[in-house]
């Protein structure tokens, strides 16, 4: 990043960590089709396997129940369409590649605290003897808040259904077992974890057999159709390995998060920090300027260097109000006051103090101005 400028949008995407450039590059330098039998193919199918692994390992999983797909959108409709026999329900909280593709879903209500409601959730589930099939995601991507995943599971598969877990915003952050958290099928996205754009899985439990989304080929063990993107994938299993080996270090990033917030509440008594009483991502502010629309924080900030989010990065560059922040029961207008910053592993001290600094004169700005 350009000296002066301080990019706080993690959540959005990370930077791609030069380890997965160069196992991208390695693999641009290969001509064989993975699904190719010649020497040229093998080598190539050797590397799609080992990344394979590398994905695998980092949610406890087993390399043959992970298919690759073009993201964590791809990832998660083929989750939800894998079993088109089954009803289903979504959090009301799940990122809008889950809300969008089911929108005539029930929707299980969250808590103020921006946790999913697990006895609304037993609810629907005991309503309809019907097989079913549940969509919770592991953490929240505007607000960080960790979801009960194992707690949801056990309700889950009590009543015969399935869990389908979103897990891109918590994966490498927090430590994830698909087989502790109890789920059948688990996103994953590389741009999140410092991989390229553009790649990501689904973690498919292997006793499931799910509908392919995508048909016209044999690859992915029939899972999913197309000539794998071997330098995404190579990328993905590069920093698939880094994150599982680098999970400690976001102790340092939940430490410089809280004092970012205890700063920020200090200057502006009125802010509010959403799902702070909640179990959250170590690197995750959804914080409120009262009476300061969410696009104006976002463009000020980004004139002082300082990039943010208002809510999810995902919605074509608009800001619009947040829909977690809806479900959290958070009023119209304090919802549309909110921005989301996010912190890495690389983000620094001064990074930090800049983005105090910019928030500060605003908040003082528009105070003074309302005066």
């Keep these: 990043m350009p000296a002066g400028l301080a990019y706080l949008d993690w959540n959005a995407t990370a930077p791609v960590r030069p380890e997965a450039a160069a196992a991208m590059a390695q693999a641009l330098a290969l001509c064989g089709n993975p699904s190719s039998v010649h020497r040229a193919g093998r080598e190539a199918r050797r590397l799609l396997e080992r990344a394979r692994a590398d994905v695998a390992a980092l949610v406890g999983a087993v390399a043959d129940e992970v298919v690759f797909t073009s993201g964590g959108t791809e990832a998660n409709i083929l989750a939800l369409r894998a079993f088109p026999e089954r009803r289903l329900a979504v959090s009301a909280i799940e990122h809008n590649s889950v809300l969008a593709n089911v929108p005539d879903a029930p929707r299980i209500p969250a808590s103020r605290d921006g946790a999913i409601d697990l006895s609304a959730l037993e609810r629907w589930l005991g309503a309809d ?125 939940a430490v410089m998060r809280d004092d970012a917030e205890r700063r920020l509440t200090a200057i502006a008594l009125d802010a509010v920090i959403y799902a702070a009483a909640a179990p959250r991502l170590p690197n995750t502010i959804c914080v409120a300027m009262p009476r300061v629309p969410a696009s104006t924080q976002v463009m000020a900030l980004d004139l002082a260097g300082v990039m943010v989010s208002a809510g999810a990065a995902c919605s074509s560059g608009k800001v619009r109000r947040s829909h977690v922040l809806d479900a959290m029961d958070v009023p119209e207008a304090d919802a549309e006051c909110a921005i989301r910053i996010s912190l890495g592993r690389t983000t620094t001290a001064a990074e930090v103090d800049q983005l105090i600094e910019a928030w500060g004169t605003l908040y003082a700005r528009t105070r003074a101005s309302a005066a």
């Design 129 to 253: 003897r019907r097989p079913a099939l549940v969509s919770l995601m592991l953490a929240n991507n505007e607000t960080g808040a960790i979801q009960p995943v194992a707690e949801a599971a056990r309700l889950v598969h009590a009543h015969g259904a399935l869990l389908h877990c979103d897990a891109v915003q918590g994966a490498g952050k927090l430590p994830v077992d698909i087989r502790q958290l109890g789920c059948d099928l688990l996103t994953l996205s590389a741009h999140k974890l410092g991989g390229p754009m553009g790649v990501g899985a689904l973690v498919v439990s292997a006793d499931l057999d799910p509908m392919p989304l995508i048909r016209g080929g044999g690859q992915e063990r029939n899972r999913r159709a197309g000539t794998e993107n071997l330098p995404g994938i190579c990328g993905f299993g590069a920093t698939a390995r880094l994150a599982a080996a680098e999970r400690q270090s976001w102790r340092a990033v």
